[in-house]
């Protein structure tokens, strides 16, 4: 149990362009949400913290009108990538909070701007 | 405000040797400690969590962890690698919490050589 799937697992976009990118919990209900990105050989970065029918909260330094988070339902939230740049280019891992205070992550999408 | 710190960016190893991934953590409160481990462009999998109880804790693929309040420790072993486990591991704190923002080591690749 307790799978968190995201798709696509790649994507490259031009510049310019929005990418969105969708995480789910496919056998248990999520309240709360994750975003990260993780730059090569380094560790994850929180993103924002997502919870379900309310704004999501961004971590300092993250701009919320760049990476638009929507947490619609208990089993899916959405991250966009709005106007991507190259410099946006990374590896972004989503992962949903069940009952207990574990985190289960997807598999992560890595994201290619030209 | 909690931190983590894993010293050791690389781990070689022989195969079927022991091996020990230190984590030390700094944090004011009681905190939940996790090791997770990350295999190349993949998502986090959970090797072992220390919520409460006993400070040995077993996890999977033979890996276990021992917390120490006094040192704010929680190192990881195993007592015979396999090439198989040559990956990336991040130790991880939370306070837990409505957020439960997972705070993150650097990481420590254990490289497994035969």
């Known amino acids: 149990g307790a799978v968190v799937s995201q798709h696509p697992s790649r994507v490259i976009c031009k510049s310019g362009t929005s990418v969105k990118i969708e995480c789910r919990s496919l056998?248990?209900?999520?309240?709360?949400m994750f975003w990260y990105r993780q730059f090569p050989k380094q560790s994850l970065m929180l993103m924002a913290t997502?919870?379900?029918?309310?704004?999501?909260?961004?971590e300092q330094g993250v701009e919320k009108d760049k990476f638009l988070i929507n947490h619609a339902s208990l089993t899916l939230s959405t991250l966009t990538v709005t106007s991507a740049h190259p410099e946006d280019s990374s590896f972004y891992i989503c992962?949903?909070?069940?009952?207990?205070?574990?985190?289960?992550f997807g598999p992560g999408t890595r994201l290619t701007v030209t | 405000a909690q931190s983590v710190t894993q010293l050791d960016s690389q781990v070689p190893v022989f195969e079927e040797a022991p091996v020990e991934l230190r984590c030390n953590y700094s944090?004011?409160?009681?905190?939940?400690l996790f090791w997770y481990v990350q295999y190349p462009n993949q998502g986090l999998q959970l090797l072992l969590k220390?919520?409460?109880?006993?400070?040995l804790v077993k996890g999977i693929n033979g890996f276990e962890a021992e917390f120490n309040k006094s040192q704010t420790s929680f190192h990881l072993r195993k007592p015979s690698v396999h090439i198989s486990d040559t990956a990336e591991y991040f130790c991880?704190?939370?306070?837990?919490?409505?957020?439960?923002?997972?705070?993150f080591g650097t990481g420590t690749l254990l490289a497994v050589q035969p």
């Open positions: 991880a704190v939370t306070q837990g919490g409505a957020t439960n923002k997972l705070i």
């Open positions: 056998d248990f209900q999520a309240t709360t």
């Open positions: 220390y919520l409460s109880g006993s400070t």
């Open positions: 992962s949903a909070r069940g009952r207990s205070y574990e985190q289960y």
């Open positions: 997502s919870n379900e029918g309310s704004k999501a909260t961004y």
């Open positions: 944090s004011s409160v009681s905190v939940y």
